[in-house]
């Protein structure tokens, strides 16, 4: 007879073996190593708080002889647990007739990850993706890296995988539990390390995403699910408050449900649902610049001498102040990385970060923003939508109107000159402009940047500036519309059998959050509906 238990906090210096788990953990446990049966980490950090003393710290769980096991609860502390799986709950299909297979519109985490799961559990979804398949994406984004003009279809921004394929990798969730460790779990079966299940901050790379996408899709296809690349929803076929079917670029499909996963990028689409009486409303969204250091500073200042341990890699950081009426925070923080072109359209501009699997680029950045109230300034359901319009257009023509990354010293920033001569950039197009940003940026963002980079100076042993560029303006970190839904069937108000998820619509904030997105309406669907006939 046998228990499992959790055991919480236990330490490893940076140079020793993860091998060295079990027995350490027994020791812990007060066991002798054979008396560890079978064990798993759930969790592993870094716990960088002070650098003269960096560790990693680990929560695992123990299968230990029922015995041992109540010897080592009693006497373990608050570190010792009784480990009880939480399961992944799914439920029994439902009983409403599905006449025919559900669709999903868009690619992105969100959208695979529904229709991954439908697919599993029999309801052979149909997925429409307006770009064009991973591989194929990859060629057209390299095109647009070397000179060529956007393709307003396959991008950095649209194609499978969505935004996520080209913006880092980042795996972090603000939420845990079964639903995130089940995509977590899906990710690594999909050619994604498995490490990624327990990390505190788990990352793939921009250079390792396109190959876990790709599995994803065919593993969904394999399951009786069908993609159709180059396939833009442009309509949608409402009566009597109920979708009949789609209107798109390849013609018209009749659908009975549709998850729609389109992103946040999709302005087109928005125009369309708006037309169509669907509900939107403004919402909050961060809008600021990149900023951009030697990743040598950040490693020196977060590590200290442990800089350049191999079982440390690229350091990060994440960082709040209060700046003025507002907070002015770090995001998607490249350790090791490139600053990139956000770009969808012809004729607009605006900046990103990505890193890949190895953070081997010399340079780090981060996004660096405030929060936007659209409703501060229009009622209009797309006025945020607007916002970045203008900023991101200013910011291409500023630029020459050739794609050119508008980029100034911070130290420049914040002495009100502009910046001239050549200034170093990971940014992947080549082309950068020197000159002054306050002009490309809202006031709001421009005074909480004025007061905010000398206090993130300050907690960064002042090497949060020094050699630091801002690339600007930074407009698509989240979605500025929400699609509203009904919180337990997750439908559209207007129209039933739609299903608003995602970045898109509102409900999510990076991969991890979208794809829990897509999942927990995946669920709504089948808890909902028979599998079609």
Same mark, same amino acid.
């Not at 060295?20 to 190593?33: E, H, I, M």
């Not at 003393?53 to 299968?63: K, T, V």
């Not at 012809?346 to 890193?355: E, K, L």
């Not at 291409?396 to 508008?406: I, K, N």
């Given at each position: 007879?046998?228990?499992?238990?959790?055991?919480?906090?236990?330490?490893?210096?940076?140079?020793?073996?993860?091998?060295?788990?079990?027995?350490?953990?027994?020791?812990?446990?007060?066991?002798?190593?054979?008396? &560890?049966?079978?064990?798993?980490?759930?969790?592993?950090?870094?716990?960088?708080?002070?650098?003269?003393?960096?560790?990693?710290?680990?929560?695992?769980?123990?299968?230990?002889?029922?015995?041992?096991?109540?010897?080592?609860?009693?006497? *373990?502390?608050?570190?010792?647990?009784?480990?009880?799986?939480?399961?992944?709950?799914?439920?029994?299909?439902?009983?409403?007739?599905?006449?025919?297979?559900?669709?999903?519109? /868009?690619?992105?985490?969100?959208?695979?990850?529904?229709?991954?799961?439908?697919?599993?559990?029999?309801?052979?979804?149909?997925?429409?993706?307006?770009?064009?398949?991973?591989?194929?994406? +990859?060629?057209?984004?390299?095109?647009?890296?070397? /000179?060529?003009?956007?393709?307003?279809?396959?991008?950095?921004?649209?194609?499978?995988?969505?935004? /996520?394929?080209?913006?880092?990798?980042?795996?972090?969730?603000?939420?845990? *539990?079964?639903?995130?460790?089940?995509?977590?779990?899906?990710?690594?079966?999909?050619?994604?390390?498995?490490?990624?299940?327990?990390?505190?901050?788990?990352?793939?790379?921009?250079?390792?995403?396109?190959?876990?996408?790709?599995?994803?899709?065919?593993?969904?296809?394999?399951?009786?699910?069908?993609?159709?690349?180059?396939?833009?929803?442009?309509?949608?076929?409402?009566?009597?408050?109920?979708?009949?079917?789609?209107?798109?670029?390849? /013609?018209?499909?009749?659908?009975? +449900?549709?998850?729609?996963?389109?992103?946040?990028?999709?302005?087109?689409?928005?125009?369309?649902?708006?037309?169509?009486? +669907?509900?939107?409303?403004?919402?909050?969204?961060? $809008?600021?610049?990149?900023?951009?250091?030697?990743?040598?500073?950040?490693?020196? @200042?977060?590590?200290?001498?442990?800089?350049?341990?191999?079982?440390?890699?690229?350091?990060?950081?994440?960082?709040?102040?209060?700046?003025?009426?507002?907070?002015?925070?770090?995001?998607?923080?490249?350790?090791?990385?490139? &600053?990139?072109?956000?770009?969808?359209?012809?004729?607009?501009?605006?900046?990103?970060?990505?890193?890949?699997?190895?953070?081997?680029?010399?340079?780090?950045?981060?996004?660096?923003?405030?929060?936007?109230?659209?409703?501060?300034?229009?009622?209009?359901?797309?006025?945020?939508?607007? $916002?970045?319009?203008?900023?991101?257009?200013?910011?291409?023509?500023? *630029?020459?109107?050739?794609?050119?990354?508008?980029?100034?010293? @911070?130290?420049?920033?914040?002495?009100?000159?502009?910046?001239?001569?050549?200034?170093?950039?990971?940014?992947?197009?080549?082309?950068?402009?020197?000159?002054?940003?306050?002009?490309?940026?809202?006031?709001?963002?421009?005074?909480?940047?004025?007061?905010?980079?000398?206090?993130?100076?300050?907690?960064?042993?002042?090497? $949060?500036?020094?050699? @630091?560029?801002?690339?600007?303006?930074?407009?698509?970190?989240?979605?500025? &519309?929400?699609?509203?839904?009904?919180?337990?069937?997750?439908?559209?108000?207007? +129209?039933?059998?739609?299903?608003?998820?995602?970045?898109?619509?509102?409900?999510?904030?990076?991969?991890?959050?979208? @794809?829990?997105?897509?999942?927990?309406?995946?669920?709504?669907?089948?808890?909902?509906?028979?599998?079609?006939?």
């Amino acid at each position: 007879m046998s228990t499992s238990v959790k055991l919480n906090n236990l330490r490893l210096e940076l140079d020793d073996p993860e091998e060295s788990l079990p027995a350490r953990a027994a020791g812990r446990l007060g066991l002798g190593a054979d008396a &560890v049966l079978r064990w798993r980490i759930l969790r592993k950090s870094l716990d960088a708080r002070r650098a003269d003393d960096l560790h990693f710290n680990y929560a695992m769980e123990l299968e230990v002889p029922a015995e041992a096991a109540a010897r080592a609860l009693s006497a *373990g502390g608050p570190d010792v647990r009784p480990y009880r799986d939480e399961g992944f709950p799914w439920p029994d299909p439902g009983t409403g007739p599905l006449g025919r297979r559900p669709v999903v519109i /868009g690619a992105g985490p969100a959208g695979l990850i529904a229709g991954y799961m439908l697919a599993l559990h029999g309801y052979r979804p149909l997925v429409l993706e307006r770009g064009r398949a991973v591989k194929d994406r +990859v060629a057209d984004v390299r095109k647009f890296d070397a /000179g060529g003009p956007v393709d307003a279809e396959s991008n950095y921004l649209f194609g499978e995988g969505g935004a /996520g394929t080209f913006s880092d990798g980042k795996l972090t969730s603000r939420g845990g *539990g079964p639903d995130v460790r089940k995509v977590l779990e899906i990710l690594a079966d999909c050619h994604g390390k498995p490490s990624i299940v327990y990390e505190h901050r788990p990352h793939l790379g921009s250079n390792r995403l396109p190959l876990v996408v790709r599995t994803l899709r065919k593993k969904m296809e394999a399951l009786g699910g069908e993609v159709r690349f180059s396939c833009r929803v442009e309509d949608l076929d409402v009566a009597d408050g109920r979708l009949r079917g789609l209107g798109t670029s390849s /013609g018209y499909i009749p659908a009975d +449900v549709a998850v729609l996963a389109v992103g946040h990028s999709a302005r087109d689409t928005y125009d369309m649902l708006l037309r169509r009486g +669907v509900p939107l409303l403004a919402k909050p969204f961060q $809008f600021g610049v990149r900023i951009e250091q030697p990743q040598e500073q950040i490693d020196k @200042a977060q590590y200290g001498a442990n800089q350049g341990h191999p079982a440390l890699g690229a350091a990060d950081y994440g960082l709040t102040v209060r700046a003025g009426a507002c907070d002015l925070f770090t995001f998607c923080m490249c350790a090791g990385g490139y &600053v990139m072109p956000s770009v969808s359209e012809p004729g607009y501009w605006c900046s990103n970060g990505m890193s890949e699997s190895r953070h081997d680029s010399p340079f780090a950045n981060s996004g660096l923003v405030v929060t936007i109230d659209p409703a501060e300034t229009s009622s209009h359901p797309l006025a945020g939508v607007h $916002f970045q319009q203008r900023y991101e257009r200013a910011a291409y023509v500023a *630029g020459g109107r050739s794609y050119a990354a508008p980029i100034q010293w @911070a130290r420049d920033f914040l002495a009100g000159r502009a910046s001239r001569g050549k200034l170093p950039s990971s940014y992947t197009r080549g082309l950068v402009k020197p000159m002054d940003l306050g002009p490309l940026l809202p006031e709001q963002v421009a005074h909480a940047l004025l007061k905010g980079l000398p206090l993130m100076d300050r907690r960064m042993d002042r090497r $949060f500036l020094r050699d @630091a560029t801002l690339t600007g303006p930074e407009a698509r970190g989240s979605s500025p &519309v929400r699609i509203p839904r009904d919180d337990a069937t997750r439908q559209s108000p207007a +129209v039933a059998g739609l299903y608003p998820c995602g970045e898109g619509a509102g409900y999510a904030g990076g991969i991890i959050s979208a @794809a829990v997105d897509g999942l927990r309406t995946a669920r709504a669907l089948v808890a909902a509906f028979a599998p079609p006939a």
